[in-house]
C-alpha cells in the first residue's frame, strides 16, 4: 500500500488522494450520514439510502391505497416480491436466478433450511445424528439449533468445536449430518475458504449451511462455484435495508425439488385459498416462504440493492481490503503504544469485511469513540468492531478514526464515565 | 332496526339519519379512503390511517438515521415495541398488560403456540395424541398444525372435525391434547362462544389456541375472563396496521413461566449477546419473540391502534351489528328475486363481523362489483365477503352497495368478461 504514492509516513493528505482515485467514491452520495459522524456500525447495521424517503412515500401513497382498491386483482405482486428481491441478491452471492428468497428472519431461514438438511440426511445417512457449529459462533445460530434439537425430542446431539481442525476430526466419525458455518465471523472476521471447507463435509457425506450474514455485501461469496448446500444471511448489514429487515435463504439446485419448510403457511401452498386436507408444496422457490410477510420493510430492501447495481462486488472487495490494509498500517504507524491488539487475520485470504482489536478497555474506548462521533460497535469479551463498508466509507475516514482513537488515548478520555460523555448529530 | 324511526320500507334518508346519529361517524376521517370506493375487504387488508404518512417519514428521517447515530445506547427501544404494542391490542382482547406480544406472523406465532401447548400437554398428559381443527378452518392454521405434527415425525395425529358437537365427542375419549379454533369462521363469519367452549374443552384436560385474525378489532373477545389458554391473531385485517403488518400472540398468564418458543433466538434471551452453551429463555414476556423483528411494518401498526384508543370496543361492535342488520334487511327488499342465499347466522350471538352470501355467479359478481368501486372479496366455493369495518363504514355505504348489487343483477352485469370492467380511483 506504501508504494502506492512512494510515501514513508502515511498522512492525511495521502488518504484524500486515495479518495480522489477511489471509483466507488460517487456512491457515498447515495446515502444519507450526518457529516458530523464516521459510521463504522455498518455490520450491525447499515446506512440508509437516500431513495428510501421516497420509495415509503411511494408505498404509503399509492400501493396499500391501490391494492385496497383492486383488492381482486393484484395479489401476485407482493407474492412475487421475495422472489425479485432473491434475485437481486443472487448475483452478490454465486447464486442462479430463482434460487435465493428473501422472507422471515435469518434465525427462522435457518431453522428452515437445518429441518430440509436433516430431513434429506434422514433418508440418505441415518445413522449420522450430529449438528456441528462453532462455540463462538453468533449465539442466534445455537440456539436455533438448540431449539431444533429440543423440538426433536434430543435425537440430534449439538457438537460446538473450538477450532477448525477438530471438524475433520468429528466428520471422520461418520455421524456429521449437518454442519453450521459463518462465512465471516462475527467478533473475530476471519474470512473462511468455502471451496475447501464445503469438499471437506462432502467427503464425510454431512452437508452444510453458510451463515453469511458478515459477507453479504462485502465479500464476493460463490455459492454454486464451492458447491455448498444451504446458506441463511440478513439484509440489514452491509446490503443497507433497514431496521429489522427480512432475511435471505439460498438453496443449492439440487435439493431444491426435496426442500422442505416446516414452517409452511399461506404462501408455499400451491393452491393457498382451497380447502385441503394435506399440504401440497409449491414446486418451485415459493415454497421457501413461510407466511405473510410485512411489505413495506420488505420494499425498502431494494433502495439499498440498487446501489449495488451500479457496481460490483469486485470492487467492493478490493476496496474493503485497502481500507482495512490503511485501518492496520495507520493504527502502527498512530497508536502502537496503546496496546491495541489485532484479533483478525492480515493475511488478506482470511481477512472479512471488518477489523476487530482487542484492548483491556474496549467497551469505555467504544464509549469515548461515540462521544467523538466515531460509532463503532463493543462486543464481549473486549472486542472493538470497525467495519469499513466500501460503499460510504471513505479514505480520510480511516484517517479521521485512527486520529480521533489517538486523541481519546492520549487524554485518557476512556476514564469519563459515559453519561458526561455526548455527541451532536449534524446533518448539515 | 325498523322501529328506530317508524319506517316500513327503508330508504336513503334513513341510512343518512343513522350516519347523523352515529356516534363514531367522526372516525372515518382517520382514513385515507378513495372517496369513489366503498371499501368492504377490511377483513383481509384494513384501510390506511392518515396518521400512516406522518409516522414513516418521521421513521425515515429520524429513527433510522438516529439509531446509527447511539449505535450503543438505543437497543432497548426497539426491543420494546412488540411489548408496547401488545399492551396496546390487550384491551382489545380481554387481556392483561404484559401479557399480548406483537411479533413475526400469525402462522409462526400459532406454531409457536403450538409448541408451547404440547409442551405442557406431553408432561402433564402425554397419553394425549390428538390436535383438532376445523375441516374449513383457515388452511394456514391446518397447514401449520401438519407441518408440526411431520417434524414431530408423526407422533401426534390431526383430527378434522366437520361440526361443532364432533368436539365434545373427541374430547369424551381422553386422547385430545390441543383444540386449534377461530373466534368468528373467515368464511361463514359465525361467531363462536369462548366461555362455553373453553370450559368444555377445560373439563376434558385439554388446551385451546384462539385465532383471532376475524375477530380482533371488531368484537370484543375476553380472553382472561372466558379463561383461554393462548390466542394468535393479524394485525392487517380490522386493526389496520398495514399489508403484511407482523401478528400478535397472548398467552394466559398461567401459562407464562412454562412457555416455551420452538424459534428462539436473539432477542428472547436474557443474554443475547454473550456466548453460551445452553438456551435460558428471557423470564419475562420477551421469551415469546422468535427474533429481529421488521422495525417500519412494526411501527405502522401503532397508527391504526391509536385510533382505537380514541372509541371502545363496546360501541364498535354495536355499530357492527347495526351495520349488518342493515345490510340483511336491505337485501331482503332490495335483492330478495336474485338468489343470494345468506350463509351468516341471524342471531346476534352466532354473528361475526362480516356478512357471507352464498351465489352460483359469486365470482363474477364480485368482479362486476368492482367495477363500480364496490371491494369485496370472494371465497371459493361460490361465496361473496361483506366486511362493514365500523371505523370507517358508514350506513349511506351499505344503502349505496345494496343499490349497486341490484344495478349489477338487474343490468345482468355479471355475465361481462372481466377484462371489460374497470373502475377509477379517485381520491379527492
Same mark, same amino acid.
Given at each position: 500500500?506504501?508504494?502506492?504514492?512512494?510515501?514513508?509516513?502515511?498522512?492525511?493528505?495521502?488518504?484524500?488522494?486515495?479518495?480522489?482515485?477511489?471509483?466507488?467514491?460517487?456512491?457515498?452520495?447515495?446515502?444519507?450520514?450526518?457529516?458530523?459522524?464516521?459510521?463504522?456500525?455498518?455490520?450491525?447495521? $447499515?446506512?440508509?439510502?437516500?431513495?428510501?424517503?421516497?420509495?415509503?412515500?411511494?408505498?404509503?401513497?399509492?400501493?396499500?391505497?391501490?391494492?385496497?382498491?383492486?383488492?381482486?386483482?393484484?395479489?401476485?405482486?407482493?407474492?412475487?416480491?421475495?422472489?425479485?428481491?432473491? +434475485?437481486?441478491?443472487?448475483?452478490?452471492?454465486?447464486?442462479?436466478?430463482?434460487?435465493?428468497?428473501?422472507?422471515?428472519?435469518?434465525?427462522?431461514?435457518?431453522?428452515?433450511?437445518?429441518?430440509?438438511?436433516?430431513?434429506?440426511?434422514?433418508?440418505?445417512?441415518?445413522?449420522?445424528?450430529?449438528?456441528?457449529?462453532?462455540?463462538?459462533?453468533?449465539?442466534?445460530?445455537?440456539?436455533?439449533?438448540?431449539?431444533?434439537?429440543?423440538?426433536?425430542?434430543?435425537?440430534?446431539?449439538?457438537?460446538?468445536?473450538?477450532?477448525?481442525?477438530?471438524?475433520?476430526?468429528?466428520?471422520?466419525?461418520?455421524?456429521?449430518?449437518?454442519?453450521?458455518?459463518?462465512?465471516?465471523?462475527?467478533?473475530?472476521?476471519?474470512?473462511?475458504?468455502?471451496?475447501?471447507? +464445503?469438499?471437506?463435509?462432502?467427503?464425510?457425506?454431512?452437508?452444510?449451511?453458510?451463515?453469511?450474514?458478515?459477507?453479504?455485501?462485502?465479500?464476493?461469496?460463490?455459492?454454486?462455484?464451492?458447491?455448498?448446500?444451504?446458506?441463511?444471511?440478513?439484509?440489514?448489514?452491509?446490503?443497507?435495508? $433497514?431496521?429489522?429487515?427480512?432475511?435471505?435463504?439460498?438453496?443449492?439446485?439440487?435439493?431444491?425439488?426435496?426442500?422442505?419448510?416446516?414452517?409452511?403457511?399461506?404462501?408455499?401452498?400451491?393452491?393457498?385459498?382451497?380447502?385441503?386436507?394435506?399440504?401440497?408444496?409449491?414446486?418451485?422457490?415459493?415454497?421457501?416462504?413461510?407466511?405473510?410477510?410485512?411489505?413495506?420493510?420488505?420494499?425498502?430492501?431494494?433502495?439499498?440493492?440498487?446501489?449495488?447495481?451500479?457496481?460490483?462486488?469486485?470492487?467492493?472487495?478490493?476496496?474493503?481490503?485497502?481500507?482495512?490494509?490503511?485501518?492496520?498500517?495507520?493504527?502502527?504507524?498512530?497508536?502502537?503504544?496503546?496496546?491495541?491488539?489485532?484479533?483478525?487475520?492480515?493475511?488478506?485470504?482470511?481477512? $472479512?469485511?471488518?477489523?476487530?482489536?482487542?484492548?483491556?478497555?474496549?467497551?469505555?474506548?467504544?464509549?469515548?469513540?461515540?462521544?467523538?462521533?466515531?460509532?463503532?460497535?463493543?462486543?464481549?469479551?473486549?472486542?472493538?468492531?470497525?467495519?469499513?463498508?466500501?460503499?460510504?466509507?471513505?479514505?480520510?475516514?480511516?484517517?479521521?478514526?485512527?486520529?480521533?482513537?489517538?486523541?481519546?488515548?492520549?487524554?485518557?478520555?476512556?476514564?469519563?464515565?459515559?453519561?458526561?460523555?455526548?455527541?451532536?448529530?449534524?446533518?448539515?
Amino acid at each position: 500500500m506504501l508504494m502506492e504514492f512512494n510515501v514513508k509516513i502515511l498522512n492525511q493528505k495521502y488518504c484524500v488522494a486515495l479518495d480522489d482515485k477511489d471509483e466507488l467514491q460517487h456512491l457515498k452520495n447515495e446515502f444519507v450520514l450526518p457529516n458530523s459522524i464516521i459510521y463504522l456500525g455498518g455490520n450491525t447495521l $447499515g446506512a440508509r439510502p437516500h431513495s428510501s424517503s421516497a420509495l415509503t412515500q411511494q408505498f404509503i401513497a399509492h400501493e396499500w391505497d391501490e391494492k385496497l382498491a383492486h383488492h381482486l386483482s393484484n395479489e401476485d405482486y407482493h407474492t412475487e416480491l421475495p422472489r425479485d428481491l432473491g +434475485n437481486k441478491i443472487a448475483g452478490l452471492i454465486g447464486a442462479n436466478n430463482d434460487e435465493v428468497m428473501v422472507a422471515d428472519s435469518t434465525a427462522l431461514n435457518l431453522f428452515k433450511t437445518l429441518a430440509a438438511a436433516i430431513k434429506i440426511q434422514a433418508k440418505k445417512h441415518p445413522e449420522a445424528r450430529l449438528i456441528v457449529a462453532e462455540r463462538d459462533a453468533l449465539p442466534t445460530d445455537i440456539h436455533i439449533i438448540q431449539s431444533f434439537i429440543e423440538l426433536h425430542q434430543q435425537l440430534y446431539q449439538l457438537e460446538l468445536i473450538e477450532h477448525e481442525n477438530e471438524l475433520e476430526q468429528l466428520l471422520a466419525t461418520g455421524q456429521v449430518a449437518v454442519v453450521v458455518l459463518s462465512q465471516i465471523h462475527h467478533c473475530t472476521g476471519r474470512l473462511k475458504d468455502l471451496m475447501t471447507i +464445503n469438499r471437506l463435509i462432502h467427503q464425510h457425506f454431512a452437508l452444510v449451511i453458510w451463515d453469511l450474514c458478515q459477507s453479504v455485501g462485502v465479500f464476493p461469496t460463490q455459492l454454486n462455484q464451492s458447491q455448498a448446500d444451504f446458506a441463511v444471511g440478513c439484509t440489514y448489514k452491509y446490503l443497507n435495508g $433497514g431496521p429489522g429487515a427480512p432475511a435471505f435463504l439460498w438453496v443449492n439446485e439440487k435439493h431444491l425439488t426435496t426442500f422442505w419448510d416446516p414452517l409452511n403457511a399461506w404462501n408455499n401452498h400451491n393452491n393457498p385459498l382451497d380447502i385441503i386436507d394435506f399440504y401440497e408444496p409449491f414446486t418451485g422457490l415459493k415454497r421457501y416462504m413461510s407466511a405473510h410477510q410485512p411489505i413495506i420493510s420488505m420494499r425498502l430492501i431494494e433502495c439499498g440493492l440498487n446501489i449495488f447495481a451500479k457496481t460490483n462486488l469486485e470492487a467492493i472487495r478490493l476496496k474493503s481490503l485497502k481500507l482495512t490494509d490503511l485501518f492496520i498500517e495507520l493504527m502502527e504507524q498512530e497508536c502502537a503504544d496503546f496496546n491495541f491488539k489485532l484479533i483478525t487475520p492480515q493475511e488478506h485470504q482470511h481477512r $472479512g469485511g471488518h477489523l476487530s482489536y482487542n484492548h483491556p478497555f474496549a467497551y469505555e474506548i467504544c464509549q469515548a469513540l461515540c462521544a467523538r462521533g466515531v460509532i463503532t460497535d463493543y462486543r464481549e469479551a473486549d472486542i472493538i468492531r470497525f467495519a469499513f463498508a466500501p460503499l460510504y466509507i471513505r479514505y480520510i475516514d480511516v484517517w479521521n478514526t485512527v486520529q480521533q482513537i489517538k486523541s481519546v488515548m492520549q487524554n485518557v478520555e476512556w476514564q469519563i464515565k459515559p453519561y458526561l460523555l455526548t455527541h451532536n448529530i449534524n446533518y448539515d
